[in-house]
């Protein structure tokens, strides 16, 4: 039997009767999936707390943020929860154990649930609109997330990824109690980040994991090291950065067969007159940086004096050895 695979984006069709993942229709509007898990909004107090949509104005419960969602698709995200749930519990140790693809799909869940509302907002908001011409996504967002979509419909339908993983994502040791879920995302670009009982997570979830091989060298003197929250938040910022300035877009080889889905996933290589990014800005850093440091009461003009390159707590600015976590005399 053909395989069934659903493009949401061809058409830009976002209906609360139509599954997100499968396109099946729904046999009422009220069949849906919370976009962050049960057992986080009980476990963290997240139900009534608000969450701001990427337009930076309206701001929706995170209870309420949900999507359309079969029963087929519905168990296999509960299974995945159980398998997510019991390793994020347990820590850094048992985090790092789990694959890949579990974590994507567990990621990509929630920033593209994330994305959905918001294109649900804006394509609402069109509509009302005097004289509102029709909302429209430009070709390559339309691709680009159309291609995310098709990874997370591996869920539920037969898919092989070959070459190198789509995504970068790096998980790291933290110095957060069990009482804190710091989650943060950049839908535009899926960007995603977590910190969370002793350890965080960050990823770039279509990047074919150039933001990871950018970020190398800062990875290697990281290593097993326990990181303040201030160095985590630098680390979130540098991957959202890095993956802003990928100019070269992600090659995908992606053939459907009858029982199967093969993704071939090609590492960017440089080239004469062809870079993979743009060239770092440390003024535009900062201004990125600054927003992730604002608890500190950090602001740009703290983080960078021209011409001295940009505050660091992950490096030192002259020798370029790692700050050891233990040194930074911030509160966490």
Known sequence: MPLS????????????????????????????ISI??????????????????????TAIHYGELKLPCS???????????????????AGYDEVKKLPGESLFLWMGKLVYGVLYNDLVLEISRSKKRHNATEFKLSPYLKQRFAKFHLMLQSLI???KF????????EIVKLKYSKDIFNYKDEPTN?????????F?????????????????????KISDKTLHPIQFEELSARFLYANYLLIKPARNIISVEEDKVVIESVAA???????????????????????????????????????DSALSFLENDFTHEFIEPDSIELPY
């Open 162 to 169: 070959e070459g190198v993983k789509p995504w970068s994502i």
């Open 269 to 307: 290589e440089e080239s004469p007159g062809e870079p993979i990014f743009a060239p770092w800005d440390d003024d535009m850093f900062a201004q990125v940086l600054a927003g992730y440091w604002e608890p500190w009461g950090f602001t740009k003009k703290t983080i960078i004096n021209f011409p």
């Open 71 to 89: 029963k087929e698709v519905k168990d296999a995200f509960d299974k995945l929860e159980d398998e997510i749930k019991k390793a994020f519990e």
């Open 5 to 32: 695979l659903f493009n949401p984006f061809e058409t830009l069709h976002f209906e609360n009767t139509t599954c997100f993942l499968t396109g099946e229709d729904l046999p009422s509007a009220d069949q849906q």
């Open 200 to 220: 965080g997570i960050v990823a770039c979830l279509q990047d074919n994991g150039a933001v990871r091989k950018k970020e190398k060298n800062i990875l290697a």
């Open 157 to 159: 339908v037969p898919m």
């Open 36 to 57: 962050f898990p049960e057992w986080i909004l009980d476990r963290f107090s997240l139900r009534e707390q608000r969450f701001k949509m990427l337009d930076q104005v």
């Open 190 to 198: 899926l960007n995603f980040s977590l910190g969370i009982n002793g």
